[in-house]
Every structure is written in C-alpha cells, then in structure tokens.
C-alpha cells in the first residue's frame, strides 16, 4: 500500500484542525458550566450576569453544531467570532469576578487567539471543496489577532513570575532557553501581524503548541494547587490552546 502523498497529508491535517475549531464551543460551554458549578460551593459569581450567561452560551453552541455539521460554515464562524468577542468583552466589562493581571493576560489573550481562528476559518481557509474563493481580508485579520495572542505570551514570558516559573520547570537550559522562547515566539508573532511566512510560522507554531499544552497547560498541579487557578478555569483555558492549534494547523496546511 503505498504511502500517503504530501497533499493528502496536508489535507487530513487540514480537516483535522478545523475538526477541532468548529468543536471548540462545545467543550467552551461545558468547561464554563462545570466552572460555576465549581463556583456555586463558594457562592462566587460567574463572569457574565446569568440571564446574558444563557444567551451567550446558547449562541456559541448553535454556532458550533453549523460548523461542525458543515452548514454555511463560513457565516457562522464569522458569527462564533463576533459571539466570542462579546462574551469576551462582557466578562471584562462586568469585573463580577476578580483575577489577578496575569491570568487576565493568559485568559483575554486566548480568547483573542480563538477569535482570530474563526476568522481564518470564515475566510474559507481549510475547505477540502472551496466553491468560492478565500477571503484574505478575513485570513489576515484572523492572523492579526494570532499574532497578538504571541505578543502576549512574549509579554508573559517577561513579566509574569507565575508564567516563568511554569515553564523553568520543564526547559532545559534555564533563563537562557527560555530567552530564546521569548525571542522565538516574538518572530513568529512578526510573521502573523506582517504577513509573511505564514505557512512556515504556522508549521512552527503547530510543533511547539502540542509541547505547550501538555506540559505548561497540562501542570495542573502547579495551576491549580500553587497558583490557585479554578481547576475547570484551567481545563477551560486548555480548550483555548487546542483551539488555537486547530487554527494554526489550518494555516500551516493551507495558509
């Protein structure tokens, strides 16, 4: 049997990331159900005042069955974008709970990432059949947005003690190694606001986003327990990150 082509590789990755995108809000919508509930023992309240909570999370889970059925997909991932962006806006907004800076960079940073993954789905990116063609306005802004999501992750890496010491714990070489991380993903934040090289910096960022999810994200002893991050907070933070990636694998396959 002979092997799978380039291509047909790049096409089975491409499905894949768009897979997970479109799944994105399911898993959103549980880990934020399962967050207040976790909540509710402490009577602390959730991000968005409850009557907009059930419209919020409503819309998401609509959006999300249309992609994933493959109905007027672009529509509605422009449609998941503008939902999240609000919902974004109205948790900051509303300040019903409080977080500490750094964690407001890590949770608004990836809602920013997500966001721009839609974008580039809703640009057309990713379709195996493309019956119309690409809109790059929307690739690009999406790719604006990934790129801000690398700024602040750059930003993280400088000012964040909590953020630092993370990922000290599992790089090898210290401060230095993770010099070059800053530096490295500062590039790869470049290449996403300029546009250019966005396959190759896409390709790059689909092989250190896996590393970072299971062993920065996936720490939850040191989230949860050290840093006293809401355990479903952090699975729901998690869900961001594969979200991204399932972004980023579409531009790497097809960018």
Known sequence: MAAPSRK?????????????LTRFGFWNCFSMLMLFAERADSKRKPDISVPYLYIDMGAAVLCASFMSFGVKRRWFATAAAVQLALSTYASYVGEQVHYGEWLKVRMYSRALGVIGGFLVLASGAGEVYRQKSRTRSLQSTGQVFLGIYLICIVYSLQHSKEDRLAFLDHIAGGEIT?????????????????GWYIRHAAQILAIILPLVILLIDGNLGFWHHTRKVEFWNQMKLIGHNVGIFGAVLILATDG
């Not at 047909?8 to 997970?20: D, E, K, T, V, Y």
């Open 178 to 194: 993770l010099m070059l991380l800053e530096v490295l993903f500062g590039v790869l934040a470049l290449a996403f606001l300029s």
């Open 8 to 20: 047909q590789l790049f096409r089975f990755l491409s499905q894949l990331g768009a897979f997970i």
